[in-house]
């Protein structure tokens, strides 16, 4: 059997971190098993969804390098979701229901009021063709729910292991409203079927869906997939990330300089059995990927940890990866400044502050201008790889400064910065004739 999975987002917003890892773990998934990965856009709801975040959603699917095999629109199929919906009437599984928001409410109320589960009680399977009728002539439209059978449904779930759910404890879910709006989860499985989903990957907030899901799929005699519910993000204070997350978008991320191996890294090894380093490449983590490396306990998000990657992500990067960006940001200043900076970078656009500092202009920062003269006398005529150790030690000759008293001014002078590359790497980079100038005190 060879694997084929989904993604299923709604355009009704931007995609962030918690979407995203599942988009992520479905695709992993797929390379692991060298099966296919589907992009279904379920924008059933046409009054809340957009072009652009579609749009928004594929950009960033693409720029974190999750691509897709095969993509559909579900606004494009209502025709199947139709043909399921009167397979599912005709077979009495699909009921009409005439009661009003309100209704309900107000019989959930008396239901808990009695220590009740507030489950939805089945009265319009009671009503008559002629009451139906009566309902209709009035002009009141039905909404339509599923009839659960009731029982036990147990899966082997990928990431859970052994799952069950028991029908007979949940209403029967509406899968059309009064508007005629198909609610997510008849199309999902009609989709399923169709495109030959082998398994469904998602959030573990989706698990009492899967009870009448896979009812749904026995009642339209299909065969059922796999499936895999994996635990939701926490933040680093163990909480939920959920009412967070809207500002965790993909797109900000992007925005604040954050390189996408960096994000798939993170999001697809916390919660597992694999060190939390950087990937070399999306496919390389795909590689490695196990459901079996999962825990059940919660994935840690913690932005200290994706920093961290981020920098290693950098640390890494050869200078044939780096070169177009630095030739973008008008940085390029060769191999060898590449090499000496991508170290210190946290972000990839620290390299301008690098890169101001080989080439100027930079303001020098001189708290002794007796040593920065003494500084001055001692430079040697040539500035090579060696320059550095032969003029620090004299500098400490002249001055009497030692460690950190010696180095740190003299960074601070040459650079501008308390922190940065290493000085030996950076001096022949500077050249003498700005070292000279920065001694003086003059931008340069
Ligand atoms: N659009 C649904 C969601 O984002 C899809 C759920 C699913 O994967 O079945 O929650």
Same mark, same amino acid.
């Given at each position: 059997?060879?694997?084929?999975?989904?993604?299923?987002?709604?355009?009704?917003?931007?995609?962030?971190?918690?979407?995203?890892?599942?988009?992520? !773990?479905?695709?992993?998934?797929?390379?692991?098993?060298?099966?296919?990965?589907?992009?279904? !856009?379920?924008?059933?709801?046409?009054?809340?969804?957009?072009?652009?975040?579609?749009?928004?959603?594929?950009?960033?699917?693409?720029?974190?390098?999750?691509?897709?095999?095969?993509?559909?629109?579900?606004?494009?199929?209502?025709?199947?979701?139709?043909?399921?919906?009167?397979?599912?009437?005709?077979?009495?599984?699909?009921?009409?229901?005439?009661? %009003?928001?309100?209704?309900?409410?107000? &019989?959930?109320?008396?239901?808990?009021?009695?220590?009740?589960?507030?489950?939805?009680?089945?009265?319009?399977?009671?009503?008559?063709?002629?009451?139906?009728?009566?309902?209709?002539?009035?002009?009141?439209?039905?909404?339509?729910?599923?009839?659960?059978?009731?029982?036990?449904?147990?899966?082997?779930?990928?990431?859970?292991?052994?799952?069950?759910?028991?029908?007979?404890?949940?209403?029967?879910?509406?899968?059309?409203?009064?508007?005629?709006?198909?609610?997510?989860?008849? =199309?999902?499985?009609?989709?399923?079927?169709?495109?030959?989903?082998?398994?469904?990957?998602?959030?573990?907030?989706? $698990?009492?869906?899967?009870?009448?899901?896979?009812?749904?799929?026995?009642?339209?005699?299909? #065969?059922?997939? #796999?499936?895999?519910?994996?635990?939701?993000?926490?933040?680093?204070?163990?909480?939920?990330?959920?009412?967070?997350?809207?500002?965790?978008?993909?797109?900000?991320?992007?925005?604040?300089?954050?390189?996408?191996?960096?994000?798939?890294?993170?999001?697809?090894?916390?919660?597992?059995?694999?060190?939390?380093?950087?990937?070399?490449? $999306?496919?390389?983590?795909?590689?490695?990927?196990?459901?079996?490396?999962?825990? &059940?306990?919660?994935?840690?998000?913690?932005?200290?940890?994706?920093?961290?990657?981020?920098?290693?992500?950098?640390?890494?990067?050869?200078?044939?990866?780096?070169?177009?960006?630095?030739?973008?940001?008008?940085?390029?200043?060769?191999?060898?400044?590449?090499?000496?900076?991508?170290?210190?970078?946290?972000?990839?656009?620290?390299?301008?502050?690098?890169?101001?500092?080989?080439?100027?202009?930079?303001?020098?920062?001189?708290?002794? %201008?007796?040593?920065?003269?003494?500084?001055? %006398?001692?430079?040697?005529?040539?500035?090579?790889?060696?320059?550095?150790?032969?003029?620090?030690?004299?500098?400490?000759?002249?001055?009497?400064?030692?460690?950190?008293?010696?180095?740190?001014?003299?960074?601070?002078?040459?650079?501008?910065?308390?922190? #940065?590359?290493?000085?030996?790497?950076?001096? =022949?980079?500077?050249?003498?004739?700005?070292?000279?100038?920065?001694?003086?005190?003059?931008?340069?």
């Amino acid at each position: 059997m060879s694997v084929k999975v989904r993604f299923a987002p709604s355009p009704t917003g931007k995609l962030h971190v918690g979407n995203v890892r599942t988009a992520l !773990i479905n695709w992993l998934f797929a390379r692991a098993h060298g099966g296919q990965f589907v992009l279904r !856009i379920d924008d059933t709801d046409l009054a809340r969804s957009t072009a652009a975040f579609e749009q928004g959603i594929e950009d960033d699917l693409a720029w974190l390098g999750l691509i897709w095999d095969e993509r559909h629109n579900q606004s494009k199929r209502f025709d199947r979701y139709e043909a399921a919906a009167d397979r599912l009437k005709a077979a009495g599984r699909l009921y009409p229901c005439y009661e %009003t928001g309100d209704e309900l409410d107000r &019989r959930r109320k008396v239901q808990l009021s009695r220590g009740l589960p507030p489950i939805y009680d089945r009265a319009a399977l009671e009503l008559t063709e002629a009451e139906k009728a009566a309902y209709d002539a009035e002009g009141r439209k039905p909404h339509w729910r599923f009839r659960l059978e009731g029982k036990r449904v147990a899966w082997e779930d990928l990431a859970r292991g052994h799952a069950e759910v028991d029908t007979a404890s949940m209403s029967d879910p509406v899968l059309i409203r009064e508007d005629g709006l198909f609610l997510y989860t008849l =199309p999902s499985v009609v989709d399923d079927i169709d495109m030959g989903i082998t398994h469904v990957i998602r959030g573990e907030d989706h $698990v009492t869906n899967t009870g009448a899901q896979i009812e749904i799929f026995e009642a339209l005699g299909a #065969g059922v997939p #796999g499936f895999a519910h994996t635990p939701l993000l926490v933040g680093a204070d163990g909480q939920a990330l959920s009412k967070r997350l809207g500002s965790l978008s993909i797109s900000d991320m992007r925005d604040q300089g954050y390189e996408p191996i960096a994000i798939t890294s993170h999001l697809g090894r916390i919660g597992t059995s694999d060190p939390l380093d950087v990937a070399g490449t $999306v496919e390389a983590l795909g590689a490695g990927f196990a459901f079996s490396k999962m825990g &059940r306990s919660p994935a840690r998000y913690d932005t200290a940890d994706l920093d961290r990657l981020n920098a290693q992500a950098l640390h890494a990067m050869s200078y044939e990866v780096a070169a177009p960006r630095l030739v973008a940001l008008d940085c390029d200043l060769g191999e060898a400044f590449w090499s000496a900076v991508r170290q210190n970078l946290q972000k990839f656009a620290d390299v301008i502050e690098m890169a101001a500092m080989v080439r100027g202009p930079i303001t020098p920062i001189i708290e002794d %201008t007796g040593f920065a003269e003494a500084a001055l %006398t001692v430079l040697p005529a040539t500035i090579d790889e060696t320059a550095w150790s032969v003029w620090t030690a004299a500098v400490k000759a002249a001055t009497g400064a030692k460690g950190k008293g010696l180095f740190m001014p003299l960074r601070l002078i040459l650079t501008g910065q308390a922190h #940065g590359p290493d000085m030996a790497t950076l001096v =022949p980079m500077i050249g003498r004739e700005r070292i000279v100038q920065r001694l003086k005190g003059e931008a340069a």
